[in-house]
């Protein structure tokens, strides 16, 4: 029997392995020593925690086991998931919890714009569960959520949103809240799309983006690739390509790492290095912004990139 292991094969391509082979191409998966850091002091992250437990909330940073979670909560930051904690889609690099969603929570605009009040957040963070059972996709929800963290704070606000089947009007409707950065991550390459997204489609995902900067040309679009999926850096090159050719200002890379044994394997590790090399490569292919390194993740110190969507 085999199972659905990844291993470099030195050309950049996924194979799979058997379970013996899977046991013994573990010590190659450990984490190598840059990205071993201490664990930070929990104390500073108490007064958030609290927060997002007294009203109800989900972040994106417990949901999704950010391995930055600490430092983001003890700087009193996070990046709120609404619509539920249960996502439709099986993607197989994501952590957050599968299944049949619960009903959608018409109090949760004003819980969240309470939140990022008492927070005293500057700049605001919102992304979601994918889903796919509501007939919008959750895009006025996202939208009322928008409206009423503006109105409770006057932050600037950033979405990273689903592809809502890329529905023109589902997208339209986000954007009619005026967010000052619209969000959505590629992940990954187009030859690994099924692979780490499964129910996903890369030309779908660029053309989310796309319908926004013809919707709302002054806001500001941003996207992320997951690195380390076995991905080769032509590919990495030739997506940010794709980006740039629609126009895409805001990028973030970070290292993919494996939220459990159940989740895809890690193919490779990128030392920092690479990461500052591809940022370099991204910088000169006209990307406002560029955040790589390995604990980048796609709202990681956000409100500093988005101070660019502020001057603009």
């Known amino acids: 029997m085999s199972t659905l292991r990844a291993s470099d094969d030195g050309a950049g391509l996924l194979k799979v392995l058997t379970p013996d082979q899977v046991a013994d191409d573990a010590p190659r998966r450990r984490l190598p020593s840059w990205l071993k850091r201490p664990i930070p002091a929990s104390r500073g992250t108490y007064f958030t925690q609290d927060l997002i437990a007294e009203l109800g909330l989900e972040t994106i940073c417990e949901s999704g086991k950010c391995p930055n979670r600490s430092e983001c909560w003890t700087r009193r930051t996070a990046t709120f998931m609404v619509l539920g904690e249960t996502c439709t889609r099986p993607c197989g690099f994501c952590a957050v919890k599968r299944g049949k969603p619960e009903a959608v929570a018409l109090d949760e605009p004003d819980r969240l714009a309470e939140a990022c009040a008492r927070l005293g957040l500057k700049h ?14 959750g895009a006025d929800h996202f939208r009322r959520c ?7 704070t006057g932050a ?3 979405v990273l949103t689903p592809d809502f089947d890329g529905n023109t009007q589902a997208i339209d409707t986000v954007l009619a809240g005026e967010p000052e950065v619209f969000n959505h991550n590629l992940e990954t390459v187009a030859r690994l799309q099924q692979y780490v997204r499964r129910k996903s489609q890369y030309a779908v995902t660029l053309g989310v983006r796309e319908l926004a900067m013809k ?15 076995g991905e080769t850096t032509e590919e990495v090159l030739e997506t940010l390509a794709d980006l740039r050719s629609i126009q895409v200002d805001f990028l973030t890379l970070g290292q993919y790492l494996q939220p459990s044994l159940k989740h895809l394997p890690v193919a490779r590790y990128l030392p920092p290095e690479e990461f500052d090399e591809l940022g370099r490569m991204a910088r000169s292919m006209g990307f406002l912004e560029v955040a790589s390194a390995p604990f980048v993740r796609s709202s990681y110190h956000a409100d500093e990139m988005a101070a660019h969507a502020v001057e603009g």
């Open 124 to 137: 605001v963070v919102i992304t979601s569960v994918t889903r796919d059972d509501l007939p919008d996709g």
């Open 146 to 152: 928008i409206l009423a963290v503006r109105a409770k």
């Open 156 to 158: 600037t606000i950033e």
């Open 215 to 229: 919707s709302a040309p002054k806001v500001k679009t941003k996207s992320g690739l997951m690195l380390g999926l």
